[in-house]
């Protein structure tokens, strides 16, 4: 239900005598803090995470990007491994991914 509806309700409740005013103000402040705390903890964007991806020192074959990759998502290293080989045998694009992902992925520290 949405914010908008939320309040939309409550104002109801309160017109229909079910809530005080106090009650109507106290549950309105709760409800749009609520909100508030719930959209700052999902703050986190897609880009927040993509910014953290690092190429791995200790599980590598090349240059460490299945690793980190796999250490940011949490898959399996050899899961990624097996999708850029595909995209390699399909349409030859995997090289170039892998390759710009080793120039610009810093290593990990």
């Known amino acids: 239900m949405a914010l908008a509806d939320e309040i939309d309700r409550l104002h109801e409740l309160h017109q229909q005598g079910a809530l005080t005013d106090d009650e109507f103000a106290r549950a309105k402040a709760r409800l749009i803090d609520g909100i508030g705390a719930a959209a700052a903890s999902a703050g986190n964007s897609p880009l927040d995470e993509v910014s953290k991806l690092r190429r791995s020192k200790s599980d590598r074959m090349l240059g ?3 690793g980190g990759i796999a250490k940011l998502s949490g898959v399996e290293t050899w899961i990624w491994r097996l999708i850029l080989v595909g995209l390699v045998l ?4 995997g090289v170039l ?8 992925v ?3 520290s």
């Open 90 to 93: 399909c349409f030859g694009s």
């Open 64 to 66: 460490g990007v299945c």
């Open 106 to 108: 810093p290593e990990e």
């Open 97 to 104: 991914l892998y390759l710009l992902l080793w120039i610009f």
